[in-house]
Nanobody, 127 residues
Framework: QLQFVESGGGLVEPGESLKLSCTAS????????IGWFRQAPEKEREGVAC????????YYANAVKGRFTIFDDRDKNTVYLQMNNLQPEDTGTYYC????????????????????WGKGTLITVSS
C-alpha cells in the first residue's frame, strides 16, 4: 500500500503563506497523479490541486487559482502545495492522495478516484 506523510500545516493569519509537503514512502510519487484535497469542519471534502505524472499538467480549484501552486521535487520524492494569501475559508485538514496515470480524477479534482490517502495536516487561518 502506498503511504504518504503530509506536513507543513499550522496556524497563520490571513494573507500569510504556507508550504505543504507530501512525501512518499516505499514508492515513486512521480509514477502517479498526486492531488491535494481539503476538508473544513462540517463541510464536504473538496479538491484543491492536482499534478499529473508528467509533472507538467496541473489543475486547480477556482477558489485557489492564482494563490496556490502544486509542484514536485523528484529528488526528494515529494509533492508540495505552496499556498499564498491564505484566507479563513482555506481553513481545514489538507490531504494528499494518489491516482494511477490517466485515471480521470486528477483533472476534475475528484476524490473518489484517488486510491491512497495520507492522514492529513491541519491548517487554520485566523486573525
Amino acid at each position: 500500500q502506498l503511504q504518504f506523510v503530509e506536513s507543513g500545516g499550522g496556524l497563520v493569519e490571513p494573507g500569510e503563506s504556507l508550504k505543504l509537503s507530501c512525501t512518499a514512502s516505499g514508492f515513486t510519487l512521480s509514477h502517479y497523479n498526486i492531488g491535494w484535497f481539503r476538508q473544513a469542519p462540517e463541510k464536504e471534502r473538496e479538491g484543491v490541486a492536482c499534478l499529473t505524472t508528467t509533472g507538467v499538467n496541473t489543475y486547480y480549484a477556482n477558489a485557489v487559482k492564482g494563490r496556490f501552486t502544486i509542484f514536485d521535487d523528484r529528488d526528494k520524492n515529494t509533492v508540495y502545495l505552496q499556498m499564498n494569501n491564505l484566507q479563513p475559508e482555506d481553513t481545514g485538514t489538507y490531504y494528499c492522495a494518489s491516482e494511477v496515470p490517466y485515471g480521470g480524477s486528477c483533472e476534475y479534482l475528484v476524490g473518489l478516484g484517488m486510491d491512497n490517502w495520507g492522514k492529513g495536516t491541519l491548517i487554520t487561518v485566523s486573525s
